[in-house]
C-alpha cells in the first residue's frame, strides 16, 4: 500500500525561531530544507501556492478574491492523490469552509479553541453560538448524536472557554485535538491517506496559556499582543518591552507545537510520512524587518524563509540547488507517494503579493501598503519591486535565516527576476482588483477573524 502522507502547516512560523526552539522536530526529521521560501506572505495566496504549484498571479486566489473556487482541484495535488483518502484539519479560517479550501477534501474538520474532538458537534457554530437557547437545542442534539460524550465535552469545554477568557488561557487553538484526530484517522484507515494539518498556535493573539511552557516567558498573566494593533507597531517606535513579550509568547507557542508534533510522531507507524512547514513567517518590527509587523505588506525574509522538514522520508535524491520554493510542494508530495524524491532545489525562487493582507485599513498609506509585490532570488540576490515603480536589491547570506540587507535601489528589475512571471507588475495589480469577489461571512467566522486581527 502506498504511504501516508501528513502535511503539517504552522502558520506563522518563521525559520530561524523554529530552529532554536524546534528542537524534537528537527531530531525526528530525516531531511531538511535550509532555504526554503514561502511563495508569498499571507495565508490566502500562500495556501493556494502551495497545494497547486502556482504563483499567485496563475492561481488568482489573493487578497482581493480570498475564495478558492477559482482554483479547481484539477489544477492542485489533489488532482494526482486519487488513490488517496483526503482529510483536511485546520485551524485557519481562511484555509477553511467559508472559503471553500474543504472543497478539495473528502472529509473536513475546523479546529476551534475549547473544541477537544473536532469530529463532535460543536457549540460554536451559528445552530448554537453558546447562546441559552442554543445551548438547550445543543444538548438535545448531542442525545441523538453518535458521537455523544465527545460532544458533551466539546459543550463543556467550549463553554467554559468562553466564560473565562481571561488569560491565562485553558485551552489550545486545536493543535492537540487535530493531531489526536490524525492518529486517530491513520490507525483506523484501510487506504493510503493524505491529511492536511494548519495549526493557529503561533498566529497571533499572543497570551499567556496553561500549556505553554512559562521557563520561556516571563509575561504579567493579563498581558496580550493585542495590547498594540498592527498599524500602531509599523507605524510607531520600537517598543522594546512589547516585543520581548512578544516574542517570548511567540517562541513558547512554537515549543508547544514542536511538544504536539513529538508526541504524534512517536505515536504513529513509520509507514506515514510527515511533512512538516509553515505558510509564512512573521516580521517581528526589528530594523531586519524594515520596521514592520506581523504579515502586513511585504515579502520579507521574515516572512518568507520559512522551516521544512521531513520525518520519515523515503528514499531522497541529492539536492544540489540553492533554494526550495514551496511552489515544489506538490512534486515532494508525489514524491513521497511514489517513495523516492528527486531533486526539487533550484538556483532561485519567486514570491508575490497582489496587495495588502486582510485586516484594518492604515488612516495614512493606504496606496502604498496595498501595493502589489513580486520578488526573485539568485545566489545571494533577492530583488524585490512593486506596482508603484519600486525596486530594491538585497543582499542574502545562506547562513542568516530570516535576514536579508539592503544593498541599493535599482531603476527596474534585472531579467533573470521577471521571467517567472507572466504579467507585467501593474496589470497583476489591475486584473487581481478588477476580479475582485467578495465572500459572505456568518456570525462565527466573523468573530474569529477579528480575533486574529483580521478584521
Not at 453558546?130 to 465527545?150: P, Q, V
Request: aromatic fraction near 12%.
Amino acid at each position: 500500500m502506498a504511504r501516508n502522507i501528513v502535511l503539517i502547516c504552522l502558520d506563522s512560523v518563521r525559520k530561524d525561531i523554529f530552529d532554536q526552539v524546534a528542537v524534537r522536530t528537527q531530531e525526528l526529521a530525516d531531511l531538511s530544507f535550509d532555504n526554503c521560501r514561502a511563495a508569498s506572505s499571507w495565508s490566502v495566496p500562500s495556501h493556494a501556492s502551495m497545494i497547486s504549484g502556482s504563483l499567485a498571479h496563475e492561481h488568482n486566489v489573493t487578497t482581493h478574491s480570498r475564495s478558492f473556487s477559482s482554483l479547481s482541484i484539477e489544477d492542485t495535488i489533489f488532482e494526482d492523490l486519487k488513490e488517496y483518502r483526503t482529510l483536511g484539519v485546520s485551524g485557519n479560517v481562511y484555509a477553511g469552509p467559508s472559503y471553500e479550501f474543504d472543497e478539495y477534501f473528502d472529509r473536513f474538520f475546523t479546529l476551534q479553541r475549547g473544541i477537544r474532538f473536532p469530529d463532535a458537534l460543536n457549540p460554536y457554530t451559528e445552530s448554537y453560538n453558546l447562546s441559552a437557547r442554543g445551548l438547550l437545542t445543543y444538548l438535545r442534539d448531542c442525545i441523538k448524536y453518535s458521537n455523544t460524550f465527545e460532544s458533551l465535552v466539546n459543550g463543556f469545554s467550549g463553554f467554559l472557554d468562553a466564560v473565562t477568557s481571561i488569560s491565562p488561557r485553558i485551552f489550545d487553538e486545536g493543535a492537540r485535538p487535530g493531531l489526536n484526530l490524525t492518529r486517530k484517522e491513520l490507525q483506523n484507515g484501510t487506504e493510503p491517506l493524505f491529511i492536511f494539518l494548519n495549526l493557529m498556535e503561533s498566529h497571533i493573539p499572543y497570551q499567556p496559556a496553561r500549556y505553554l511552557n512559562t521557563e520561556f516567558y516571563d509575561v504579567p498573566r493579563d498581558w496580550s499582543s493585542d495590547e498594540k494593533s498592527v498599524w500602531e507597531l509599523i507605524e510607531g517606535e520600537y517598543d522594546e518591552q512589547y516585543w520581548n513579550r512578544r516574542n517570548q509568547l511567540y517562541r513558547a507557542t512554537v515549543d508547544y507545537l514542536d511538544r504536539c508534533i513529538s508526541d504524534f510522531v512517536d505515536s504513529i507507524s513509520e509507514d506515514t510520512t510527515i511533512i512538516v512547514t509553515a505558510d509564512h513567517g512573521d516580521n517581528l518590527g526589528t530594523e531586519i524587518d524594515e520596521g514592520l509587523a506581523n504579515h502586513k505588506s511585504s515579502l520579507s525574509e521574515g516572512l518568507l524563509h520559512v522551516p521544512l522538514y521531513i520525518i520519515n522520508s523515503p528514499e531522497i535524491d541529492n539536492q544540489t540547488g540553492q533554494y526550495l520554493s514551496q511552489l515544489s510542494l506538490p512534486q515532494l508530495i508525489e514524491g513521497c507517494r511514489d517513495g523516492y524524491i528527486p531533486d526539487l532545489t533550484r538556483d532561485r525562487a519567486f514570491a508575490e503579493l497582489a496587495g495588502m493582507s486582510a485586516g484594518p485599513d492604515p488612516e495614512v498609506g493606504y496606496e502604498y501598503h496595498d501595493r502589489a509585490i513580486r520578488c526573485a532570488y539568485y545566489k545571494d540576490e533577492k530583488i524585490v519591486w512593486d506596482s508603484l515603480g519600486n525596486c530594491t536589491k538585497y543582499s542574502i547570506e545562506q547562513d542568516g535565516m530570516n535576514w536579508q540587507c539592503h544593498s541599493c535601489n535599482l531603476d527596474q528589475p534585472p531579467l533573470w527576476a521577471t521571467e517567472r512571471f507572466g504579467n507585467e507588475i501593474s496589470n497583476f495589480k489591475t486584473d487581481a482588483v478588477e476580479s475582485r469577489e467578495r465572500v459572505a461571512l456568518d456570525q462565527s467566522t466573523a468573530e474569529r477573524l477579528e480575533e486574529l486581527g483580521y478584521l
